[in-house]
Nanobody, 118 residues
Framework: VQLVESGGGLVQAGGSLRLSCAASRRTVSSYWMGWFRQAPGKEREFVAAISGSGGITDYTDSMKGRFTISRDIAKNTVYLQMNSLKPEDTAVYYC????????????WGQGTLVTVSS
């Protein structure tokens, strides 16, 4: 399974970005897909996830209402729409896939950098 993120960049506080994660195979419709982020000097944290069926989504409380995870099965791509961005959202954002084998997220992308200026 290969995951390739894109869409990161520099944005002003209050702005929006949409991250994309293109997956190989039929990953998006079979695995749980998640977004994580890691800010400089901090541990990686969970952002959002969507089930293989698309019927279940999960978010970190602090991001509910600002971030939305979605997917396009035909494109085998998962998205993270980020609105009302804050400087503290600055981080490298990673896409990950969990095949639900009991081992958690086993496949990771290389990450895309999001920088929010104040």
């Amino acid at each position: 399974v290969q995951l390739v993120e894109s869409g990161g960049g520099l944005v002003q506080a209050g702005g929006s970005l949409r991250l994309s994660c293109a997956a190989s195979r039929r990953t998006v419709s079979s695995y749980w897909m998640g977004w994580f982020r890691q800010a400089p000097g901090k541990e990686r944290e969970f952002v959002a996830a969507i089930s293989g069926s698309g019927g279940i989504t999960d978010y970190t409380d602090s991001m509910k209402g600002r971030f939305t995870i979605s997917r396009d099965i035909a494109k085998n791509t998962v998205y993270l729409q980020m609105n009302s961005l804050k400087p503290e959202d600055t981080a490298v954002y990673y896409c990950a896939a969990d095949p639900r084998s009991g081992k958690g997220y086993q496949y990771w992308g290389q990450g895309t950098l999001v920088t929010v200026s104040s």
